[in-house]
């Protein structure tokens, strides 16, 4: 976490790592709503907080005045190194129109519903799997020893590397997580085995093609041409960076809420067929994802004196708590029916791998459940928050009951 | 009251992330990218206008126009 002082008023000083807003971000958000709609701070270098649904949805949606040069919050902007907008340093997350379009589209086919319901029971083994390593102890972390494992688990299965690397695999996703706002100097270095390691893997699908991710990134063709490698692993990085903790993040808040809401542990275990609606009402009430813009330009707006590169906090998560775009928005109600959440973005850079997070999710709750049909939180207060723009439960442990 | 009802879906406004296939998938389905489309010409039934509208108020974009 920062050494930063401690925030006092979140209107003008906000901190998405200050302790409060990492531990309870809930009833910030909700103050803000009502006295200071688009918050300010002088952190970072300066930036905006819209904490309602309108001013989310409006900036979303606005890539002439704010571009996605970098989605993630750090003290320094984009450097020279960085490639510029509008292709940006993982295109297409980091792409602005036009070139965002082209990027996405290339990715898109592989996160289509056919292909990813066809990992269902890859996913399932592996849930089962890791179920079945946790034993019968009476209490189990449902994070550091469940939740955190799948997202990786899936991504080395769709890239096709071999399954006897996955603990490799894993530290290098620990690398790439941790490393992503380090400075590019910085990264380039880290980044220097885990490329070693990807391009002997690309290099073994270009002899032996199969039906894989890996080999559709190599196959797929950009004007008549194929990807050139550093794209191909650019994208592989993206989709690691964008697909782990945010999922993890997403079982880890499910598993957390229904270990004290025994209601609704109930209802799910009695009720097979709320999952998917319930699953949406997971991502409303407990979004995992913030992203953030750049502003492009000088200019007045939302009634914000907004400066060139002042950073938008883009609250996804804050908007799904909006009463003014949700009846009872700080009620979870399981079978919620009209569900018009944002957890997954909106606009053009909505979440491409939003067919796979819901896959996962479903599939992880349903094995768990299954498994564990009554459980609890086994020490609330241990519980902790991950800090930043990703937010989910890292340390889990969950008292079994018999 | 005139014609039938109808559905579609605005492939402008769209972002294909599927509240309606999987609401509805007997009106809707998805393309190869993933996006939402109307299966048929989308003309409604008594029974199917209320999973229609349904999966019309859970969609994040707003991009399924229910006409008459
Ligand atoms: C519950 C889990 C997830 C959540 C809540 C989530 C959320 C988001 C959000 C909010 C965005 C929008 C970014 C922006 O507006 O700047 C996004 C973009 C993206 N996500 Fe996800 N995501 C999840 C899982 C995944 C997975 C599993 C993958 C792929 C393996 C993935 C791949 C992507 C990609 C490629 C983009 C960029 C799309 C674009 O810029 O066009 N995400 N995600
Ligand atoms: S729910 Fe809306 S955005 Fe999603 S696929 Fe259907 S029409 Fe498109």
Known sequence: MTDSPLVQDFATDWDHSDPQWVADPYPIWDDLRQRCPVAHTERYGGGWFPATHAGVSEIAKDTDNFTSRTVVIGNGRPTELDLPAPIGVAPPITSDPPFHAIARRLILPAFAPGPINALEPMIRELCSKLLENMGDADVVNAGTQYAQYIPPGVIRGMLGFPEEDIELFLEFVHIILEGIDHPVEERIIEFEPIEKYFVAQMEDHLDNPRDDLTSYLLNVELDGQNLAMEHVFGTMILILVAGIDTTWSAVGSAIWHLAHHPDDLERLVNEPDLMPVAIEEFLRFYAPVTMARLVKHDMEYQGCPMKVDDWILLGFPAANRDPVAFKDADKFIIDRAENRHVAFGLGIHRCAGSNLARLEMRVALEEFIKRYPRFDLAEPEAVTWAPGQIRGPRNLPIRILH | ?68
Not at chain 2, 33 to 49: A, E
Not at chain 2, 56 to 65: G, L, R, V, Y
Request: hydrophobic fraction near 35%.
């Open chain 2, 1 to 68: 009251m005139g014609g039938p009802v109808k559905v579609r879906i605005d492939p402008e406004i769209c972002q294909g992330q599927g509240r309606c296939f999987s609401i509805a998938p007997g009106i809707f389905d998805f393309d190869d990218l993933g996006n939402g489309v109307v299966i048929g010409d989308g003309t409604l039934t008594s029974d199917t206008l209320e999973l229609a509208r349904l999966a019309q108020s859970n969609c994040p974009e707003h991009a399924i126009f229910i006409e008459e």
